[in-house]
């Protein structure tokens, strides 16, 4: 099953996740990968119809400085008939209120656009969020897999391989 994964990164902790985690779990789960940073994506690179975005939040739940360089034209994709999952880092102890908000400004735009997205997580009693980023569908569910590696880092193995084995029943 080929996947295509789409990410941004600033101080390399999404790139070392996807290259030291994610890669060896999505391969040992039967994916074959194709990883674009979202600075070259191209429009010939959406015509696929199954994605995994990664995306780290920065500051006051802004996004990534590639992602926001690409934003316009990210939302004027149409997602039809794609599935999309997405992951996403950020600071739960430093900046609750927008941990990980990229994951549901992107998962947004793509059910906007016509997009299924896939592998919402649950918001359990891990995660130390007094307040309700954008991140969240609801009080209790992610949009995707939010990952603190500044804080919770010895969590993010088990979390990615939890999230794997959910997407790939839907994928």
């Given at each position: 099953?080929?996947?295509?994964?789409?990410?941004?990164?600033?101080?390399?902790?999404?790139?070392?996740?996807?290259?030291?985690?994610?890669?060896?779990?999505?391969?040992?789960?039967?994916f074959q990968v194709e990883t674009i940073g979202v600075h070259t994506v191209t429009p010939e690179d959406w015509n696929h119809d199954k994605f995994i975005?990664?995306?780290?939040?920065w500051y006051d739940g802004e996004l990534q400085s590639?992602?926001?360089?690409?934003?316009?034209?990210?939302?004027a994709i149409s997602f039809k008939d794609k599935t999309v999952a997405i992951f996403g880092l950020g600071d739960q102890l430093g900046y609750d209120e927008w941990f990980c908000d990229g994951v549901g400004i992107l998962a947004k735009v793509v059910i906007e656009?016509?997009?299924?997205?896939?592998?919402?997580?649950?918001?359990?009693d891990t995660y130390e969020l007094e307040e309700t980023p954008?991140?969240?569908?609801?009080?209790?569910?992610?949009y995707g897999l939010?990952?603190?590696?500044?804080?919770?880092?010895?969590?993010t193995q088990q979390r990615l391989?939890?999230?794997?084995t959910q997407i790939k029943e839907v994928f």
């Open positions: 099953m080929c996947i295509k994964l789409i990410y941004g990164t600033y101080t390399g902790n999404t790139e070392n996740v996807i290259d030291n985690i994610l890669l060896s779990v999505l391969e040992d789960n039967g975005l990664g995306i780290p939040t590639d992602w926001e360089d690409y934003f316009n034209l990210f939302k656009n016509g997009g299924k997205v896939i592998g919402l997580t649950e918001k359990d954008k991140s969240l569908v609801d009080d209790s569910t992610f939010c990952l603190d590696e500044d804080n919770q880092g010895e969590l391989e939890k999230w794997i």
